[in-house]
């Protein structure tokens, strides 16, 4: 959406169709509740259908089933998104991930699957939308939920670090060459609460550890990432395109702060 000026609510998405891809759980369904809760059409998509509809304000999204790193089915959302509504206006390329695995074992295939799904399957999404934004008289927006692991050392998780790192990357070079009418944005999102948070943290012990070594004293949630998803969505930023935005609860303070007393240092 390229256009300067706004009547009435600038958060307001009556009228716009938006695609989140993973939509049906953790930081997802946040997203899509949150564009739900505004008043827009939302199209959700993932392998598997969600255990209940993904809903909020009497609104629920629609869910088309899609391996995100298959192009064919890939542009069959995008289809049903456009069949239903005649338009796409906001893509959300959520869905990614990966579980931990030592660098030195971890299998060329596991990689392959691991790149494919973080940013292959992202461009591919990008490539789905651009014709369809390109012939809106105000474009749209390409939201790329990156994440810190590209900015800074990754370990067990080199393959998804890499991946995130590209994915800022083509952010920045799909802006320069899709600009004006589409904008194009990373939220670099920091470490949150989501339902596979145990697999990395431990219980909530190690929860509320992990999140003592942030600035903020905590980790997120994904209501929390949903705001800004909103906001970049929205007229609000509408300066604002080929850029990463930092969405980390203030960053993890440098280790060395504690590393004499094996305390994290922390402002009075």
């Known amino acids: 959406m390229s256009d300067d000026t706004h009547s009435g609510d600038p958060l307001d998405m009556t009228g716009r169709t938006v695609i989140v891809t993973g939509g049906t759980k953790g930081l997802g369904k946040s997203i899509a509740q949150r564009f739900l809760l505004h008043g827009a ?12 509809p993904i809903e909020a ?15 064919e089915q890939v542009s069959a959302v995008v289809t049903a998104a456009i069949d239903q509504t005649g338009r796409v206006d906001i893509l959300v390329n959520n869905a990614g991930g990966a579980p931990p695995a030592e660098s030195a074992t971890v299998s060329p295939r596991f990689n392959e699957k691991i790149v494919a799904l973080n940013l292959m399957a992202p461009l591919n999404f990008a490539q789905a939308v651009h014709d369809q934004m390109q012939s809106q008289d105000d474009g749209g927006v390409i939201i790329n939920i990156a994440s810190v692991s590209g900015t800074r050392a990754n370990p067990a998780g080199v393959a998804y670090g890499a991946a995130k790192a590209g994915l800022i990357n083509a952010t920045q070079t ?21 339902e596979e948070a145990h697999l990395f943290y431990g219980d909530e ?49 440098p280790s060395y702060l504690g590393a004499s007393t094996g305390e994290v240092a922390k402002g009075s």
């Open 41 to 52: 059409d939302v199209v959700i998509c993932a392998r598997r259908e969600p255990e209940a």
């Open 205 to 253: 012990a190690g929860i509320a550890a992990v999140g003592e070594t942030l600035a903020l004293g905590r980790m997120g949630v994904p209501d929390e990432i949903a705001d800004v998803i909103l906001f970049l969505a929205s007229p609000l930023a509408r300066w604002v395109s080929g850029c990463s935005i930092p969405v980390h609860g203030g960053g993890e303070l």
């Open 57 to 71: 304000a009497g609104r629920t999204a629609t869910f088309v089933a899609c391996d995100v790193r298959e192009p």
């Open 174 to 194: 799909l802006a320069a060459e899709w600009g004006p009418k589409i904008r194009v944005i990373a939220p670099v999102v920091g470490l949150i609460v989501t």
